[in-house]
């Protein structure tokens, strides 16, 4: 974790006493600044109708509040996380901070009712400014391999100030006044930039980049703003109003744009691909999802709640619901490890029912408040299901170089969608509070939204059994049907989800058969590193880049013979199921010539004319394998070592690493150890306290989302310890947090000697 907060840079003129924050506590701090997102739009909520009756505040003034601040906001998230990108992120997120104490402070002093909308669209705006800045900053300081996992709990932290913020909002409007509310507002933002100031890492200017295509970023930032801004406006000004209309197709115009030019355009000369369209397209569709279904909830609940005769803060509790349900969710994708296939398929259709069963809750029965905050909470379960692994995936996949400037596309989508939301006319800011009528077709809308987002992000099949469940819970609310019908269409929804749930068993069950299928071959083919040979100590790792098989085109073996403890590891030209075939013929020969042969070197040269015969048996000209064999006998310091064209192996003690120099010989296959004559070997010395780990090039090639190299000597220098077993278990969790997928199979050996009786006595 010390070695993730490291890229930040040491802070500035401190002292080297002084010691970083932990990587816990940074991530802790980061939710805790950004949770003001969630917080301050709830207080807003809550303080409208006081501001109302002292100032005068009208719908026309609320409109523009909300229309201006979010298009603002939009164009503020991918300028503020551009600028993080090259300013650095610590000080960008400090005056972002600033920025939201001046608009909570003009707030709490306004004087009138524009007055009061300048604070909300300042405070808009710096809120999306913070917001983009600490999605960034976690995503800096965590690894690829880490970012699920910090994802799922800041995402828990901000679904849990949801809910605090929901309770307390009105009771602290009530009670305190609007303006000693926002005054509490300006004293958390200030708490924040303290505790920001003193605990985040430091970092300067970072190198600036180009982006890939700054055409194609504006043209997506100006269809963004002004799609959101026409969409806002049409309930307004009305849909056939020629602004409007010139917005939208201005919006339509830039996307276009952005379009034409994402199918001509490559990386430019600095290598940074662009995102991968699909990641891009998902992220962007379960924003949106997001930030529609928020608007419904917030504009249905209440209308529903108070039809049922339940009081503004029995509203308030069934729409904190969905932050609880959130908040389980984030912590199952944090402690699970949801992929985001599964989170779109179980989730969306989830948030789809929810949606489809909401007002049938609150419309009926003894406990209508509880069954609406069960619904509810099942909505914002599956809403965040399927996006706390999309934002995870996305953000893993980020060039660090541009991490703030595509970070910005997750909450530009989530306000995207709350614009698209207030577009219909029952949302719309001049109008009051939806119409029972009103907020039932609300909900069927966001059914459709949802489910239309299943069908894209997740497994169709179970997009059309949501969409079918909807339309049948449709008939049941609005139809008047006789009992027997309603029989017969509740068993049709019942073999309906039967048949889904029976489909995801046998898919489970084939996994499973087909996991046990790849784990048995690779204990056939590879087997395990002992712990104690000889008078070694060993411990492996072998993960291959695909897991149909198990195995791939690394090898290593370890086996103790009449001539010493003998180690092989290495690397065979090409994959799939030849590769295979190329490791099992080279493992058997060594397995039986390392007991017959004395010499290591005439074990290398025989292992060179097998991977001969295995070329010319398949007419493959270019067949070759890398190798490195070790050998040490009995309690001597020194190893033999023969190296066919494969990596040095590198010397691990607790206070340093570095490689192991030696003569490299041509790679097996090739013909050269017999051209060369009797192969000679080079001795190694071992030193007590030191371990030798030898590995492939699938661990020190492991690339992370800029496309950097996996630091092995580097990421071993920072731990302190040096025991082969800890070694491997640090290498194996540290590359996998490294780069969010494997693409070569990594195999590692790493050895030391076996602590002598009479060591341990003196070590009592």
Not at 16 to 29: D, I, K, Q, T
Not at 711 to 721: F, H, K, M, Q, V
Request: aromatic share 4%.
């Amino acid at each position: 974790m010390q070695g993730a907060l490291g890229h930040a840079g040491p802070a500035a003129g401190s002292t080297g006493s002084e010691r970083p924050a932990s990587l816990r506590v940074v991530g802790l701090l980061l939710a805790a600044v950004a949770a003001l997102y969630v917080i301050a739009p709830a207080m807003n909520a809550a303080v409208v109708p006081l501001v109302a009756s002292e100032l005068g505040l009208g719908p026309h003034h609320e409109a523009v509040a909300r229309v201006v601040g979010q298009t603002l906001a939009i164009v503020t998230l991918v300028a503020v996380g551009r600028t993080g990108d090259v300013r650095g992120r610590r000080s960008v997120l400090l005056v972002s901070l600033v920025v939201l104490c001046a608009g909570c402070l003009l707030l709490a002093v306004a004087f009138n009712p524009w007055s009061y909308v300048l604070g909300r669209v300042v405070m808009a705006a710096a809120l999306a400014a913070v917001f983009v800045s600490c999605l960034a900053f976690m995503a800096t300081v965590s690894m690829p391999g880490r970012i699920r996992r910090m994802m799922g709990g800041w995402l828990a932290a901000m679904s849990a100030g949801f809910v605090i913020a929901v309770n307390v909002a009105p009771r602290a409007a009530s009670v305190a006044g609007w303006r000693l509310i926002m005054a509490g507002m300006t004293l958390a933002a200030v708490g924040a930039m303290l505790l920001a100031r003193r605990y985040l890492p430091r970092g300067g200017p970072s190198e600036s980049y180009r982006l890939p295509d700054p055409v194609r970023t504006g043209c997506r930032v100006a269809a963004a703003a002004l799609g959101a801004a026409g969409l806002q406006l049409a309930p307004l000004w009305g849909w056939s109003d020629p602004r409007v209309g010139a917005l939208l197709v201005a919006a339509a115009t830039a996307l276009a744009v952005a379009r034409l030019r994402a199918r001509r355009q490559t990386a430019r000369a600095s290598g940074v691909a662009p995102l991968s369209g699909p990641v891009w397209t998902a992220a962007l569709i379960a924003g949106i999802a997001l930030g529609f279904t928020q608007v419904v909830l917030a504009m249905a609940v209440p209308a529903l709640t108070g039809a049922a005769g339940g009081s503004a803060e029995g509203g308030a509790l069934v729409l904190s619901a969905f932050g609880l349900g959130g908040m389980v969710s984030c912590l199952l994708v944090r402690h699970r490890g949801i992929a985001p296939l599964t989170g779109a398929s179980l989730g969306l259709p989830l948030a789809a029912l929810g949606l489809a069963l909401l007002h049938t809750a609150l419309d009926s029965g003894t406990y209508r408040l509880a069954a609406g905050y069960a619904v509810v909470a099942l909505v914002g379960f599956g809403i965040m299901l399927a996006m706390a692994p999309q934002m995870a995936r996305f953000l893993s996949v980020i060039p660090r170089t541009h991490l703030g400037v595509n970070a910005a596309l997750l909450p530009a989508a989530i306000l995207f969608g709350t614009a698209a939301a207030q577009a219909m006319p029952y949302t719309s800011a001049l109008n009051g509070a939806p119409t029972h009528a009103e907020a039932r077709e609300l909900l069927w809308i966001g059914t459709i939204v949802v489910a239309v987002a299943a069908l894209a992000l997740g497994r169709p099949v179970v997009a059309l059994v949501v969409a079918a469940t909807s339309g049948l819970q449709y008939l049941l609310v609005d139809t008047h049907i006789s009992k027997s019908v309603t029989v017969v269409i509740a068993l049709t929804v019942g073999a309906a989800a039967g048949t889904v749930a029976w489909s995801r068993r046998e898919q489970a069950e084939r996994l499973s058969r087909t996991r046990e299928t790849a784990s048995a071959l690779q204990h056939a083919v590879l087997h395990p590193i002992p712990t104690d040979l000889g008078a070694l100590r060993l411990a492996g790792l072998y993960r291959p880049a695909t897991t149909e098989s198990g195995i791939g085109g690394d090898f290593l073996e370890a086996v103790d013979t009449p001539y010493g403890t003998r180690i092989l590891i290495g690397d065979v030209r090409g994959k799939g199921l030849q590769a295979v075939q190329t490791v099992t013929d080279l493992l058997g020969c060594f397995r039986s010539q390392a007991h017959e042969t004395p010499e290591l070197g005439e074990v290398a040269a025989r292992l060179d004319r097998q991977v001969q015969r295995v070329a010319v048996a398949r007419g493959d000209d270019e067949l070759f394998a890398t190798a490195l064999l070790l050998q040490h006998k009995g309690p001597a310091r020194e190893l033999e070592v023969v190296n066919c064209g494969h990596l040095a192996p590198l010397a691990v003690s607790p206070t340093r690493a570095g490689e192991v120099e030696g003569p490299a010989l041509l790679p097996l296959g090739l013909g050269a150890l017999d051209a060369a004559g009797p192969v000679r070997t080079h001795p190694v010395v071992l030193d007590p306290g030191t371990t030798l780990v030898v590995h492939t090039d699938g661990l020190s090639e492991a690339r992370n989302s800029s496309g950097e190299f996996y630091p092995i000597a580097e990421r071993l220098t920072d731990i302190a310890r040096s025991a082969p077993h800890e070694l491997v278990r640090h290498l194996d969790g540290d590359v996998r947090d490294w780069t969010h997928r494997l693409t070569d199979d990594i195999a590692v050996i790493a050895l030391g000697h076996r602590p002598r009786p009479s060591d341990l006595v003196t070590a009592r």
